[in-house]
């Protein structure tokens, strides 16, 4: 079994949209950044790699979950595809290449990029992405090379409200 956790950037600053790459984190998405990730280390799920779109929000959640379950933050993949947009096909060709010793991956990105991800990998998703929303999509899979879009199941989904 192959897991793709899915995690849109916690709560940003409200100020700066005219520099949106540059954004911080608000006090709030620290602290639900901190508090999901916290709940998955007590959960036991880890990532074994870490990608995330290069925006300052968006690294600076990736950061907090890398501290929190024991990842090393200088280790982030950064793709800037999942800041400017990336379809299925393509984020499904990326997962294709990643190395198969990697059993889990966190990708850490925007809506409504992140919706899209989900709501196409699996066959059935109903809700939504409020920032910092945490959703693990589990594939019956032996090899990243076999997962396609549709055949992913939702195994969880965390979100701040939600803990």
Known sequence: MKRVVIVRHAKS???????DFHRNLADRGNDDAEKISLKLNNLNITPELVIASPATRTMQTAAIYCRNLNYDAAKIRQEIDL???????????????????????????????????VYNLVKYFNSD????STVALDFE???????SARIGKVAFQITPKSI
């Not at 600053?13 to 520099?19: F, L, M, S």
């Not at 992405?129 to 910092?132: E, V």
């Open 129 to 132: 992405m409020p920032t910092c």
């Open 141 to 147: 899979v032996r090899t990243w090379k076999d997962i």
């Open 83 to 117: 800041y400017e947009g990336v379809s299925t096909q393509d984020f499904v060709e990326l997962l294709q290449q990643l190395p198969e010793d990697v059993q889990t991956v966190f990708v850490f990105g925007h809506n409504p990029t992140v919706y899209y991800l």
């Open 13 to 19: 600053v409200h100020t700066g949209y005219d520099d």
